[in-house]
């Protein structure tokens, strides 16, 4: 069993930045990819950022050039930098791994 626990989100205005963290019950992040999703109101949740084992990451269009996903293995930490924010990316952010998900923490952008 594995529990993952973001925090860092909060309100921001447009053209600001937040930092999400995502950190794992027990050792995990060297195993398997891992992921940041996000859920607007009505929509379907999407994925937002991924980092796999090697350290290789790939992003949805949407925030490429603005977000950039990392992790701390010692740390068993991701993390989720978002810069240049837009009230398009208000959402619930949730981080993901092997089918576990974290409860979520909302980011809402103001314009």
């Known amino acids: 069993q594995v529990q993952l626990v973001e925090s860092g989100g909060g309100l921001v205005q447009a053209g600001g930045s937040l930092r999400l963290s995502c950190v794992a019950s027990r050792r995990i992040f060297s195993l398997n990819a891992m992921g940041w999703y996000r859920q607007a109101p009505g929509k379907e949740r999407e994925l937002v950022a991924r980092?796999?084992?090697?350290?290789?990451?790939n992003y949805a269009d949407s925030v490429k050039g603005r977000f950039t996903i990392s992790r701390d293995n010692a740390k068993d930490t991701m993390y989720l930098q978002m810069n240049s924010l837009k009230p398009e990316d208000t959402a619930v952010y949730y981080c993901s791994w092997n089918g576990y998900w974290g409860q979520g923490t909302q980011v809402t952008v103001s314009s």
């Open positions: 980092i796999v084992s090697g350290g290789s990451t």
